[in-house]
DNA sequence: CAAGGTATTTTGATAGCTCAAAATGAGTTT
DNA sequence: AAACTCATTTTGAGCTATCAAAATACCTTG
């Protein structure tokens, strides 16, 4: 069994996988994940290796292998049922469920999984709108737009909102604008960094790109 | 934060207190349910004296301080409800949850815990019928019989089944002796180490004195 | 091309938990 | 009392995961 240190690196080498340049994730980039040092994951990552889990690129950075791939897709599996059961079943505020789902997606079985995965009706995504990676490994790759990079106008549905940290996920629901809603882009300011968006019952609502960045959306009503 | 290794030395001490002469818990007893060697009790339990959870007298045994007591009956308290909401809400078949309980009860926080209480009703006991401690840290101590202590004739109610094992909670599943039958033992021979028993609607079951008396019993329509 | 800057790797240590095996203590047994 | 037995403790070592800080490699800039 991969110790759950094990799990977190490949878990967060996935995530840093997504989007990065050649599938190569630079070795700083997962010290930053992991909030540990860099050579601290110089040595963690040559274990790994040696493990078979992840191919090591000496001063370039690292990759996972097919085996570490299917280990990180089910830890990450864990982690996103774990945040749907927390919200779903227990009720409790998904600005909280990250935390939570972090300690417990190393000390759920592949059984227990399967069970939990069966009460909630087998979801295709957590509360964040963050895809659930299936039983076979399969990852839905969607791609999305944001608020940052949508045209004005059009009615739009929240589907995901990429970000866990507490604050930002209590302004979005604050906001209304947790997966589910629909806005429209008002105005778009690039110079000032800004978007505004509207909800069809509210008052307009001003998000820097950064933040705006973090909301992905598709068109409403398709 | 208690490291599972620590939550793990004072559940145990705690189960192994229960029934031990002046509450002092022997090295060796100590190490036995652990499963690890009794030198590696005696470096830890130092090291647990020294945070003030538990109380060396060296040479004699240890015992938990009101402190490790508290962190302890935490501990079981998140074993004995994850193992209810393993079989109440899971479906889960009783003799397996005993083992993922081990894992997920230092995964689960106070604020999950609270939560999953609440949606079992805050029961008093778990599927095996032990009692699960309150929040507040309260342990029903309640004195039970057992099916190797009865007089025979009277009818009695199983109220608990105080063993772990998968291979004896089976057996006592097939042989309809769970938590909540009704049974009376029609003979006891306490020369060959034998009880038998009779559901009111069954054939006559044997069972070994030590088998009876892991099955805990009281009067029926009391 | 030499000099700098930055990411990465190496080195030396430490904390937590464990084992094997030798040493010790304490209570019998003879 | 001396010898024996058994639990407990001590000693020396190893493994995993971590850090701080020095060394190294690579890329860019002057």
Redesign the pocket.
């Known amino acids: 069994m991969a110790?759950?240190?094990?799990e977190?690196?490949l878990k967060h080498l996935l995530l840093a996988e997504e989007g990065a340049a050649g599938g190569l994730v630079?070795?700083?980039?997962l010290?930053g994940a992991?909030?540990?040092?860099?050579?601290?994951?110089?040595?963690?990552?040559?274990?790994l290796a040696d493990d078979g889990l992840v191919e090591?690129?000496?001063?370039?950075?690292v990759r996972l292998t097919a085996e570490g791939r299917r280990v990180a897709l089910n830890v990450l599996r864990k982690h996103r049922l774990v945040e749907t059961f927390l919200v779903k079943v227990l009720k409790m505020d998904w600005a909280e469920v990250h935390v939570e789902a972090e300690q417990l997606e190393h000390a759920l079985s592949d059984n227990v999984l399967d069970r939990l995965d069966a009460l909630l009706g087998r979801p295709e995504t957590d509360p964040h709108g963050d895809p659930i990676p299936s039983a076979q490994g399969r990852l839905s790759a969607e791609v999305h737009a944001t608020l940052a990079s949508c045209a004005t106008g059009r009615p739009l549905r929240v589907v995901r909102v990429t970000e866990q940290s507490k604050e930002f996920l209590h302004f979005v629901d604050a906001s209304g604008l947790a997966p589910g809603a629909t806005v429209r882009v008002t105005e778009r300011n690039l110079a000032a960094g800004l978007v505004t968006v509207k909800k069809s019952a509210g008052r307009p609502l001003a998000l820097s790109l950064t933040a705006a960045g973090k909301i992905l959306v598709a068109p409403a009503r398709g």
């Open positions: 110790s759950s240190t094990v977190n690196y630079p070795m700083g980039a010290a992991l909030a540990v040092v860099p050579g601290t994951v110089t040595t963690m990552v040559k274990a090591h690129r000496p001063r370039h950075g």
